[in-house]
C-alpha cells in the first residue's frame, strides 16, 4: 500500500513540474507571438480601473486605457506637460477666455474608417458634461456648440484659461457618435452605453480595445485605420493587475516590460538590468490644519499653526519618500506654472516652534492627525509619514494622537471638515495649476479645513484673479503670490512631492510619465 | 457536520421481505430531510443578506465619497445621480427591500466599484477560485490520506515524527508567505515556473464554458493553452496544497489511529486479511466521517477566497474581489460574495450530511 501510494504522489508532484516547465515562463516581446521584437509588450500595474467608458472614468488605470484609445482635441507631448498642442483640432480663443474655437484636423477616422466630424465633439463633450458621471465636473458651466462641419464652439460663463488643458485629459475624448448612440449613448443621465464601451471602443485613437477584465488584464490592439500624429510601435498592448512585490519579479525577469506600481524601496533594489525613470510627480502630500475653532482651537490658532510649521524638518521626511521626491515648494508643484522656487519653501526652526507651541498653549495639549492608512501616493507610506511627523512634533512639545483609518472610512470626515490635523495629498485632475486653487479659502478643500471664504480676503482675492487671468505672465506672477501667501497663511502645509518612478526594461524607449494619464503606452519605442 | 442531523440507526438485522419497505422508507425520508435543509437554507440565505446589510451599513464612511473622485464628490449633481443610479437616495429598509425583491429574479443588483452586475462579477471570479480550489482539495486529499495513513501505521517511529513535523509545517507557515516564497524560487531564480495570472500575457483565454481555464481549454481541445493554464494553475495550487496536506494529515492520521485500535480490525488482521484489504475494507471506510468532515471544512474555506494567494499570483478570484468590495465599500458586491460563501458552506454541509449515510449504514438522515 505504501509503495502505491508513494507512487501515486511522485507522479502528481512530477505532473505539476512538468506542466510548469512546459510553459514559457517569459513574456518577452518576441517569445509568445514570434513576429517581432515589437508584437507586444507588457505593462504591470495596479489596477483601479472601474470602466473605460470616457465619460465616465476617472481612475488612473482607466485613463492609460482610455488615452490609447480615443484621442483628444488637444493633448500635451510625452516630454513637455506645460504646453498645449493640437490633437484632433487645433484652436483660437477670443481676449476675455471665454470663447474657444477649434477647427478639427482635415481627414482624422475612427477606428471603423468613418471621419470624426463636428457632431461627434459635440456629442462626446456634451455627454461628458451631461451625464453626471464622475469626471462631468471638468466641464461645468461650458457650452458646446457647432458652428460647421469642422469647426465647434466651446463658450464659459466665466474666463477660463484652463480649458484648453482640461480638453486634453481622456475623459474629454471623442467618440463615434453614431455608433455609441446605436448602442444606447444620450447626452444625459439615460445614457446607457457604459457596458457596450467597457467591451468595445469607439475612438479614433491608435489602438482599439481587444479586452478587458477589470480585475485581471486589458489587451489593446493597434488601430489600423489610424491616421493621427503618434506612430504606435507595439502591435498590442497588455495591461495586467498586478501587485507590486510581484511587478517587481516580472519586469526583473522581463515577463513584463514596465512596472509602474513600484514602492521607492522597490525600486532601490531593483536589479541592474532594469531602467528606471524618476521624476516628480504631479503629487502634493499635505498636512491639513483645521481652522473652525469648533473643531480644535488650537489648529484654528495662527500663532499654533505657525508652530506646527515650524516643527517640521522636511528634509528628514524626504528620506521616507526615495527617488525623485522633493519637498514641496507649495501646493503647486514643480512643473506647474506658479510652482514656487525653493527659496520658497517652508523650513524648520525647532526652537521657533517650541516658543510659539508654549505661547499659543498646544504644548501639553493633545491634537489628533487623521490619515488613511491604505493607500500610499506613489508608493509613500502615509503610516510611517504620519510617525514621523509626530516625533518631530513632539519634539516641539506637541503630543499628537495618530488615528489611521482606511480610506473609505476615513475620507468622509476629511470631506465633511473635521479631521482636527489630516494627512492627505492632491493629484492633478488636468494640467493646469487652477487645480491647485481648491485650496483656497471658501474652496472646496479649504473648506476641508474649516477655513470659509471670508476667512482671509486677501488670499480669496489672488484666487479669483487666478482663476480667470489668461495672460500668461500675470497668470505666474497671480499663482506665486498666491503661493507664498498660502506657505505663510493658510491651514495648509505642503510636505512632499513623491517622485514617480517607472521601471522598464531597457528594450523599451520612450518612457515619459504623465501626471493625468500616466503613461503614454502609443508613445513608447523599442530600442 | 451539523451533528444533531445524523443519527445512528439501530443494529437490528434487515429481514429479507422488509428490504423493499426499508428502501422505499429510506429514499422518501431522505427526500423529506432534504426538503426540509433547503427550506433551512433559505431561510438562513436571508439571515446572511440581513446581517450582511446591517453590518456593511454599520460601518462609518460614505459610499459615495469612496467611489467618486475628490471633485465628483463635491458637486451635488455628481453625487444625486450617483445616489439614485445605486438606490442609495432611499431610507436602509427600503434599500434592504429592494435588494431581496431583485434577489428573488437573481439579480444581485450593480457593483458600483466595476460597474457591472455584481453576478457577472460573481461568474467571473468563481470559476478562478474554484480551479484552484478544486485542484488544491484534490491533492490534498491524495497526499493527506496517504501521509496519514503512513504516519498512523508507523505511529512512533522515526517516519511519523518526520510527517507529523511536516503537516505541522504545512500548517503553521502563512500561506502569504509560502505563496511569495515559491513565486520567488520557482519562477524568479528557477525559471521553471510561469510568473502571475492565470495565463501567459498574449495567450487568449479558451471558449467560456465552465470559466475554469484548464477544463475549457481541454474542452476545446486547445492542448497549448490548457498546458498554460495548468502551469499557472501549478504554483498557487500548491500552495494552498500545502496547507490542506498538513490538515488533513493531522486529522486523518489523528482518525486512523482511532479505528486501528478498534477490535474489528484487529479481528480483521487476526483472520489473515491483507494488508489493503483491512485498510481500504475496515479502518478507510470507519475513519471517513471526520476526514469527510474536515475535508468539507477545508474546501469551504478554499472557495470562500484565499486573498493573499490570489494577490501574489495576480489571480482574479474571489477573495480579491471580496477585499476590493470591501475596502471600497461596494455594499452590494460585499453582500453577493456573502450570499455565495453562505452558499457554498450550507451546501457543503448539505453534501457532506448526506454522505455520511452512504459511507456508514449505522448514519441514516431525519
Same mark, same amino acid.
Given at each position: 500500500?505504501?509503495?502505491?501510494?508513494?507512487?501515486?504522489?511522485?507522479?502528481?508532484?512530477?505532473?505539476?513540474?512538468?506542466?510548469?516547465?512546459?510553459?514559457?515562463?517569459?513574456?518577452?516581446?518576441?517569445?509568445?507571438?514570434?513576429?517581432?521584437?515589437?508584437?507586444?509588450?507588457?505593462? #504591470?500595474?495596479?489596477?483601479?480601473?472601474?470602466?473605460?467608458?470616457?465619460?465616465?472614468?476617472?481612475?488612473?488605470?482607466?485613463?492609460?486605457?482610455?488615452?490609447?484609445?480615443?484621442?483628444?482635441?488637444?493633448?500635451?507631448?510625452?516630454?513637455?506637460?506645460?504646453?498645449?498642442?493640437?490633437?484632433?483640432?487645433?484652436?483660437?480663443?477670443?481676449?476675455?477666455?471665454?470663447?474657444?474655437?477649434?477647427?478639427?484636423?482635415?481627414?482624422?477616422?475612427?477606428?471603423?474608417?468613418?471621419?470624426?466630424?463636428?457632431? #461627434?465633439?459635440?456629442?462626446?463633450?456634451?455627454?461628458?458634461?451631461?451625464?453626471?458621471?464622475?469626471?462631468?465636473?471638468?466641464?461645468?458651466?461650458?457650452?458646446?456648440?457647432?458652428?460647421?462641419?469642422?469647426?465647434?464652439?466651446?463658450?464659459?460663463?466665466?474666463?477660463?484659461?484652463?480649458?484648453?488643458?482640461?480638453?486634453?485629459?481622456?475623459?474629454?475624448?471623442?467618440?463615434?457618435?453614431?455608433?455609441?448612440?446605436?448602442?444606447?449613448?444620450?447626452?444625459?443621465?439615460?445614457?446607457?452605453?457604459?457596458?457596450?464601451?467597457?467591451?468595445?471602443?469607439?475612438?479614433?485613437?491608435?489602438?482599439?480595445?481587444?479586452?478587458?477584465?477589470?480585475?485581471?488584464?486589458?489587451?489593446? =490592439?493597434?488601430?489600423?485605420?489610424?491616421?493621427?500624429?503618434?506612430?504606435?510601435?507595439?502591435?498590442?498592448?497588455?495591461?495586467?493587475?498586478?501587485?507590486?512585490?510581484?511587478?517587481?519579479?516580472?519586469?526583473?525577469?522581463?515577463?513584463?516590460?514596465?512596472?509602474?506600481?513600484?514602492?521607492?524601496?522597490?525600486?532601490?533594489?531593483?536589479?541592474?538590468?532594469?531602467?528606471?525613470?524618476?521624476?516628480?510627480?504631479?503629487?502634493?502630500?499635505?498636512?491639513?490644519?483645521?481652522?473652525?475653532?469648533?473643531?480644535?482651537?488650537?489648529?484654528?490658532?495662527?500663532?499654533?499653526?505657525?508652530?506646527?510649521?515650524?516643527?517640521?524638518?522636511?528634509?528628514?521626511?524626504?528620506?521616507?519618500?526615495?527617488?525623485?521626491?522633493?519637498? &514641496?515648494?507649495?501646493?503647486?508643484?514643480?512643473?506647474?506654472?506658479?510652482?514656487?522656487?525653493?527659496?520658497?519653501?517652508?523650513?524648520?526652526?525647532?526652537?521657533?516652534?517650541?516658543?510659539?507651541? &508654549?505661547?499659543?498653549?498646544?504644548?501639553?495639549?493633545?491634537?489628533?492627525?487623521?490619515?488613511?492608512?491604505?493607500?500610499?501616493?506613489?508608493?509613500?507610506?502615509?503610516?510611517?509619514?504620519?510617525?514621523? *511627523?509626530?516625533?518631530?512634533?513632539?519634539?516641539?512639545? *506637541?503630543?499628537? #494622537?495618530?488615528?489611521?483609518?482606511?480610506?473609505?472610512?476615513?475620507?468622509?470626515?476629511?470631506?465633511?471638515?473635521?479631521?482636527?490635523?489630516?494627512?492627505?495629498?492632491?493629484?492633478?485632475?488636468?494640467?493646469?495649476?487652477?487645480?491647485?486653487?481648491?485650496?483656497?479659502?471658501?474652496?472646496?478643500?479649504?473648506?476641508?479645513?474649516?477655513?470659509?471664504?471670508?476667512? #482671509?480676503?486677501?488670499?480669496?482675492?489672488?484666487?479669483?484673479?487666478?482663476?480667470? =487671468?489668461?495672460?500668461?505672465?500675470?497668470?505666474?506672477?497671480?499663482?506665486?503670490?498666491?503661493?507664498?501667501?498660502?506657505?505663510?497663511?493658510?491651514?495648509?502645509?505642503?510636505?512632499?512631492?513623491?517622485?514617480?518612478?517607472?521601471?522598464?526594461?531597457?528594450?523599451?524607449?520612450?518612457?515619459?510619465?504623465?501626471?493625468?494619464?500616466?503613461?503614454?503606452?502609443?508613445?513608447?519605442?523599442?530600442? | 457536520?451539523?451533528?444533531?442531523?445524523?443519527?445512528?440507526?439501530?443494529?437490528?438485522?434487515?429481514?429479507?421481505?422488509?428490504?423493499?419497505?426499508?428502501?422505499?422508507?429510506?429514499?422518501?425520508?431522505?427526500?423529506?430531510?432534504?426538503?426540509?435543509?433547503?427550506?433551512?437554507?433559505?431561510?438562513?440565505?436571508?439571515?446572511?443578506?440581513?446581517?450582511?446589510?446591517?453590518?456593511?451599513?454599520?460601518?462609518?464612511?460614505?459610499?459615495?465619497?469612496?467611489?467618486?473622485?475628490?471633485?465628483?464628490?463635491?458637486?451635488?449633481?455628481?453625487?444625486?445621480?450617483?445616489?439614485?443610479?445605486?438606490?442609495?437616495?432611499?431610507?436602509?429598509?427600503?434599500?434592504? !427591500?429592494?435588494?431581496?425583491?431583485?434577489?428573488?429574479?437573481?439579480?444581485?443588483?450593480?457593483? !458600483?466599484?466595476?460597474?457591472?452586475?455584481?453576478?457577472?462579477?460573481?461568474?467571473?471570479?468563481?470559476?478562478?477560485?474554484?480551479?484552484?480550489?478544486?485542484?488544491?482539495?484534490?491533492?490534498?486529499?491524495?497526499?493527506?490520506?496517504?501521509?496519514?495513513?503512513?504516519?498512523?501505521?508507523?505511529?512512533?517511529?522515526?517516519?511519523?515524527?518526520?510527517?507529523?513535523?511536516?503537516?505541522?509545517?504545512?500548517?503553521?507557515?502563512?500561506?502569504?508567505?509560502?505563496?511569495?516564497?515559491?513565486?520567488?524560487?520557482?519562477?524568479?531564480?528557477?525559471?521553471?515556473?510561469?510568473?502571475?495570472?492565470?495565463?501567459?500575457?498574449?495567450?487568449?483565454?479558451?471558449?467560456?464554458?465552465?470559466?475554469?481555464?484548464?477544463?475549457?481549454?481541454?474542452?476545446?481541445?486547445?492542448?497549448?493553452?490548457?498546458?498554460?493554464?495548468?502551469?499557472?494553475?501549478?504554483?498557487?495550487?500548491?500552495?494552498?496544497?500545502?496547507?490542506?496536506?498538513?490538515?488533513?494529515?493531522?486529522?486523518?492520521?489523528?482518525?486512523?489511529?482511532?479505528?486501528?485500535?478498534?477490535?474489528?480490525?484487529?479481528?480483521?488482521?487476526?483472520?489473515?486479511?491483507?494488508?489493503?484489504?483491512?485498510?481500504?475494507?475496515?479502518?478507510?471506510?470507519?475513519?471517513?466521517?471526520?476526514?469527510?468532515?474536515?475535508?468539507?471544512?477545508?474546501?469551504?474555506?478554499?472557495?470562500?477566497?484565499?486573498?493573499?494567494?490570489?494577490?501574489?499570483?495576480? !489571480?482574479?478570484?474571489?477573495?480579491?474581489?471580496?477585499?476590493?468590495?470591501?475596502?471600497?465599500?461596494?455594499?452590494?458586491?460585499?453582500?453577493?460574495?456573502?450570499?455565495?460563501?453562505?452558499?457554498?458552506?450550507?451546501?457543503?454541509?448539505?453534501?457532506?450530511?448526506?454522505?455520511?449515510?452512504?459511507?456508514?449504514?449505522?448514519?441514516?438522515?431525519?
Amino acid at each position: 500500500m505504501h509503495r502505491r501510494h508513494i507512487i501515486l504522489t511522485s507522479v502528481v508532484a512530477a505532473a505539476t513540474l512538468v506542466l510548469s516547465a512546459c510553459s514559457s515562463p517569459s513574456s518577452s516581446p518576441t517569445s509568445t507571438t514570434g513576429s517581432s521584437s515589437t508584437a507586444q509588450i507588457v505593462i #504591470d500595474t495596479t489596477f483601479d480601473i472601474k470602466t473605460i467608458d470616457p465619460g465616465r472614468e476617472y481612475e488612473p488605470t482607466g485613463q492609460i486605457v482610455v488615452k490609447a484609445l480615443y484621442d483628444t482635441l488637444l493633448t500635451f507631448a510625452d516630454d513637455d506637460t506645460t504646453t498645449v498642442i493640437p490633437d484632433l483640432a487645433t484652436y483660437t480663443a477670443n481676449a476675455d477666455l471665454t470663447q474657444f474655437t477649434f477647427t478639427l484636423a482635415p481627414g482624422r477616422v475612427f477606428a471603423d474608417g468613418s471621419p470624426v466630424t463636428a457632431d #461627434d465633439v459635440v456629442f462626446s463633450l456634451q455627454r461628458l458634461e451631461g451625464m453626471k458621471g464622475n469626471p462631468s465636473f471638468l466641464l461645468d458651466g461650458v457650452t458646446v456648440t457647432k458652428v460647421d462641419d469642422s469647426t465647434i464652439q466651446l463658450t464659459t460663463t466665466d474666463p477660463n484659461p484652463a480649458l484648453p488643458a482640461t480638453l486634453a485629459t481622456p475623459s474629454a475624448g471623442i467618440m463615434n457618435s453614431k455608433v455609441v448612440k446605436d448602442n444606447g449613448g444620450t447626452t444625459d443621465e439615460t445614457d446607457a452605453a457604459e457596458t457596450f464601451l467597457n467591451e468595445n471602443s469607439a475612438g479614433s485613437g491608435p489602438y482599439v480595445l481587444k479586452t478587458m477584465d477589470v480585475a485581471s488584464q486589458v489587451v489593446l =490592439t493597434k488601430n489600423p485605420a489610424y491616421n493621427g500624429p503618434q506612430t504606435a510601435t507595439y502591435d498590442t498592448v497588455i495591461l495586467r493587475n498586478v501587485e507590486p512585490a510581484t511587478q517587481k519579479m516580472n519586469v526583473e525577469r522581463g515577463d513584463a516590460q514596465i512596472a509602474l506600481g513600484l514602492s521607492p524601496d522597490q525600486v532601490a533594489s531593483l536589479a541592474s538590468t532594469v531602467k528606471v525613470e524618476s521624476t516628480p510627480s504631479a503629487t502634493v502630500v499635505f498636512l491639513l490644519l483645521n481652522a473652525d475653532p469648533t473643531v480644535n482651537a488650537y489648529t484654528a490658532d495662527p500663532q499654533c499653526v505657525k508652530a506646527i510649521k515650524e516643527a517640521i524638518d522636511y528634509p528628514s521626511l524626504l528620506e521616507l519618500a526615495g527617488a525623485g521626491a522633493s519637498q &514641496a515648494t507649495g501646493l503647486v508643484p514643480t512643473g506647474f506654472l506658479g510652482a514656487l522656487p525653493a527659496s520658497d519653501e517652508l523650513t524648520f526652526d525647532l526652537a521657533a516652534a517650541t516658543s510659539n507651541a &508654549a505661547a499659543c498653549g498646544i504644548a501639553g495639549q493633545k491634537v489628533t492627525l487623521s490619515f488613511p492608512n491604505d493607500i500610499d501616493p506613489t508608493g509613500l507610506s502615509l503610516s510611517t509619514l504620519a510617525q514621523r *511627523i509626530q516625533v518631530q512634533l513632539q519634539a516641539a512639545g *506637541i503630543t499628537v #494622537d495618530l488615528a489611521p483609518a482606511p480610506f473609505a472610512t476615513e475620507i468622509d470626515p476629511y470631506r465633511t471638515g473635521k479631521e482636527q490635523i489630516g494627512l492627505w495629498y492632491w493629484n492633478p485632475d488636468y494640467m493646469d495649476p487652477a487645480n491647485y486653487l481648491a485650496f483656497g479659502p471658501g474652496q472646496s478643500v479649504g473648506l476641508r479645513a474649516g477655513w470659509q471664504a471670508d476667512a #482671509d480676503p486677501t488670499i480669496a482675492d489672488l484666487v479669483a484673479q487666478a482663476y480667470t =487671468t489668461g495672460d500668461e505672465t500675470q497668470r505666474q506672477t497671480l499663482f506665486e503670490e498666491w503661493g507664498k501667501a498660502m506657505n505663510a497663511d493658510s491651514p495648509f502645509i505642503p510636505l512632499i512631492q513623491p517622485g514617480s518612478n517607472v521601471a522598464h526594461q531597457p528594450s523599451v524607449t520612450n518612457v515619459y510619465y504623465n501626471p493625468t494619464w500616466l503613461i503614454n503606452v502609443a508613445g513608447l519605442g523599442a530600442a | 457536520m451539523s451533528q444533531d442531523s445524523v443519527r445512528p440507526d439501530t443494529a437490528e438485522s434487515p429481514s429479507p421481505s422488509s428490504t423493499l419497505t426499508r428502501g422505499r422508507r429510506s429514499h422518501s425520508s431522505l427526500v423529506r430531510y432534504l426538503a426540509r435543509r433547503l427550506i433551512i437554507t433559505a431561510v438562513l440565505l436571508v439571515g446572511i443578506t440581513l446581517v450582511t446589510f446591517t453590518l456593511t451599513n454599520l460601518v462609518p464612511g460614505d459610499p459615495v465619497a469612496a467611489a467618486l473622485g475628490q471633485r465628483a464628490a463635491d458637486d451635488p449633481a455628481i453625487v444625486a445621480q450617483f445616489r439614485a443610479q445605486y438606490g442609495l437616495d432611499k431610507s436602509l429598509p427600503e434599500q434592504y !427591500w429592494a435588494y431581496l425583491t431583485r434577489l428573488a429574479h437573481l439579480n444581485l443588483g450593480t457593483s !458600483w466599484q466595476t460597474h457591472r452586475p455584481v453576478a457577472q462579477d460573481l461568474a467571473r471570479a468563481i470559476p478562478a477560485t474554484m480551479e484552484i480550489a478544486l485542484s488544491a482539495i484534490v491533492m490534498a486529499i491524495i497526499v493527506g490520506l496517504v501521509l496519514g495513513a503512513v504516519s498512523a501505521y508507523r505511529r512512533g517511529r522515526i517516519s511519523d515524527q518526520v510527517l507529523r513535523l511536516i503537516s505541522l509545517l504545512g500548517i503553521s507557515l502563512p500561506t502569504f508567505w509560502t505563496a511569495i516564497l515559491v513565486f520567488y524560487i520557482f519562477y524568479y531564480k528557477l525559471g521553471i515556473a510561469p510568473g502571475s495570472g492565470r495565463l501567459s500575457p498574449g495567450m487568449p483565454a479558451p471558449p467560456h464554458v465552465t470559466g475554469m481555464y484548464t477544463l475549457d481549454a481541454l474542452l476545446a481541445g486547445q492542448g497549448e493553452t490548457f498546458v498554460d493554464a495548468a502551469a499557472h494553475l501549478a504554483l498557487p495550487s500548491l500552495v494552498l496544497t500545502l496547507y490542506t496536506v498538513g490538515l488533513l494529515t493531522r486529522f486523518s492520521r489523528m482518525s486512523f489511529l482511532e479505528v486501528l485500535d478498534k477490535d474489528f480490525v484487529r479481528a480483521a488482521r487476526a483472520k489473515g486479511l491483507p494488508g489493503h484489504t483491512v485498510f481500504f475494507r475496515y479502518v478507510l471506510r470507519a475513519a471517513a466521517i471526520p476526514i469527510l468532515t474536515m475535508v468539507g471544512l477545508a474546501f469551504g474555506s478554499l472557495l470562500s477566497g484565499t486573498v493573499l494567494v490570489e494577490s501574489i499570483f495576480s !489571480w482574479p478570484g474571489l477573495g480579491s474581489y471580496a477585499y476590493q468590495a470591501a475596502s471600497k465599500l461596494d455594499l452590494l458586491a460585499v453582500m453577493g460574495v456573502g450570499l455565495f460563501v453562505g452558499v457554498v458552506y450550507l451546501g457543503i454541509n448539505l453534501v457532506v450530511d448526506v454522505l455520511y449515510g452512504f459511507i456508514d449504514p449505522r448514519v441514516k438522515v431525519g
